[in-house]
């Protein structure tokens, strides 16, 4: 469908916001960080303003017990803590003082690390649909059917720590054990945290959106990989069993 004015100037606000993340504490500290919050609280706002599919989320995290209050409690430390922590990596590992440059060896690295990241992203995921233990933290973010900005915060805080925690440890790991290369390091953690965001986007409408509207058995981020036959997801899916009994 095409896009109003307000909701594409929404969508490039919400991309600039998530890909200056990194540099916030490098180049501005405190005061640089605490603007990127504000930017990105001011993302989810807009979002709740020009489009329907916030409120509708909201309401229905409601009809599952999560109160108003919860949620907004939920969003802000969620969106404290995964900015602070790309944050402080680059910082720590002082990716910006790395000069700029492109080669095979660059290409190499980011191609591997995002390889690595997506493995640990979809061990997380599956077990998080299948655990009936884990489960009931992920229907929170699947109350999101769709999904829109807003829904990068909507997280249970364990859920964000279950699913993120793998794939930003093994960014460290072959940066640590491996490739030892800052912008490396700098260009993984851009996109991976730039794309963990867009793809809840209901105007770019990527694979995720489509697992968050049907809650299929794709479990992967980058690229779509099915788990198991097709139909059968609601038989073995514990989150989409529970959407549906407490529809």
């Not at 609280?41 to 409120?55: G, K, N, Q, R």
């Not at 108003?68 to 990716?95: D, K, Y």
């Not at 991976?192 to 105007?203: F, G, M, P």
Request: proline share 3%; hydrophobic share 50%; glycine share 6%.
């Amino acid at each position: 469908p095409a896009l109003s004015a307000a909701r594409a100037a929404h969508e490039v606000f919400c991309w600039m916001t998530v890909l200056t993340a990194c540099s916030s504490i490098s180049l501005g500290g405190a005061a640089g960080f605490a603007l990127q919050c504000a930017l990105g609280l001011a993302s989810v706002w807009i979002d709740w303003c020009i489009s329907p599919t916030t409120e509708a989320n909201l309401s229905r995290l409601a009809a599952h017990g999560y109160g108003r209050h919860s949620i907004l409690v939920f969003m802000l430390v969620n969106l404290v803590s995964t900015n602070a922590l790309v944050a402080l990596i680059a910082a720590h590992f002082q990716c910006f003082e790395a000069p700029l440059r492109l080669d095979g060896a660059l290409a190499a690295a980011v191609g591997t690390n995002l390889a690595a990241s997506e493995l640990a992203f979809t061990v997380g995921h599956y077990l998080l649909h299948k655990s009936r233990t884990l489960a009931p933290f992920h229907v929170l973010h699947h109350c999101c059917r769709p999904c829109s900005w807003s829904s990068n915060l909507l997280f249970h805080p364990l859920d964000m720590a279950i699913e993120f925690t793998g794939p930003f440890l093994v960014l460290l790991a072959t940066h640590q054990l491996i490739w030892r290369d800052p912008l490396a390091l700098l260009v993984s953690l851009t996109v991976l945290h730039t794309w963990y965001a867009v793809d809840h986007s209901e105007n770019a409408r990527l694979y995720h959106y489509y697992h968050h509207k049907h809650i299929d058995a794709v479990y992967t981020i980058y690229i779509r990989v099915r788990f198991g036959r097709q139909g059968e997801t609601a038989a073995v899916d514990q989150v989409k069993l529970l959407l549906e009994k407490g529809a």
